[in-house]
């Protein structure tokens, strides 16, 4: 079946680490998102981009960045990371031939990661 | 920009009873609103959807509803069963800004047997 895969599931760094986080997906959809969960808070996205030369900031980019460095791989880093940035990590995907408004997104397994 | 808020954000009902999950917007030019469930451990996958030019939408156990007016929108299930023990979020995506989708701060749902 077509999925969204998320490297590594879980890790642990320490403070100042650089840390990335890789998604590939096989559903051949052009829309890829990074989402952040922290309980409370709910899923809050941290970038997105729609096709291969795009890329937007969301609602909390500040210490992240991202590479789409295809179609299918869309990859998310923590230049210098530190303990706030603790979290459950989401990649998700959606198909533009849904419509310009929005389409279901398809998320990965997520990765947890922990900053000591 | 969107903001969404969501009530409450845990949810005790007995087996059988009926969940009300509500969540309001600030963005006039939202009009889309999706609701996604997220069992323990697992991703979160979309239950149902309503579009700003449907005030209902139901789907088996599962209703949503939605008033323009007040910016509010309500996830509904009926007889509910154990295996709706989940988290909740509700989501909302302004007209001119694609697949952005803003979500809420989820609600825990425990269904009791």
């Known amino acids: 079946d077509a999925d969204v895969t998320q490297t590594p599931r879980n890790r642990i760094t320490k403070t100042g680490k650089r840390i990335m986080l890789e998604c590939s997906q096989t559903k051949g959809h052009d829309r890829m998102y990074w989402y952040r969960q922290d309980p409370g808070l709910g899923l809050r996205l941290i970038y997105y981009s729609f096709d291969v030369k795009d890329i937007n900031k969301g609602e909390i980019s500040d210490g992240y960045s991202v590479s789409r460095q295809a179609q299918a791989k869309f990859s998310l880093s923590l230049e210098s990371a530190i303990p706030n940035q603790t979290a459950l990590y989401f990649c998700a995907t959606s198909d533009l031939s849904t419509g310009v408004l929005a389409g279901e997104l398809f998320f990965g397994e997520g990765s947890r990661l922990t900053v000591l | 920009g969107e903001n969404v808020e969501q009530h409450p954000s845990t949810l005790s009902v007995q087996e059988g009873d009926s969940a009300v999950i509500k969540c309001t917007y600030s963005d006039s030019a939202s009009n889309y609103f999706p609701w996604y469930k997220q069992e323990l451990g697992k991703r979160p996958q979309l239950i149902i959807d309503i579009r700003s030019n449907v005030g209902e939408k139901k789907d088996q156990r599962i209703a949503v509803t939605l008033n323009k007016t007040a910016k509010h929108f309500s996830l509904h299930i009926t007889e509910t069963q154990p295996e709706d023990s989940a988290v909740y979020f509700c989501?909302?995506?302004?007209?001119?800004?694609?697949?952005?989708?803003?979500f809420g701060q989820g609600t825990e749902l425990s269904v009791k047997p």
């Open positions: 989501a909302a995506v302004r007209r001119n800004q694609g697949g952005k989708l803003i």
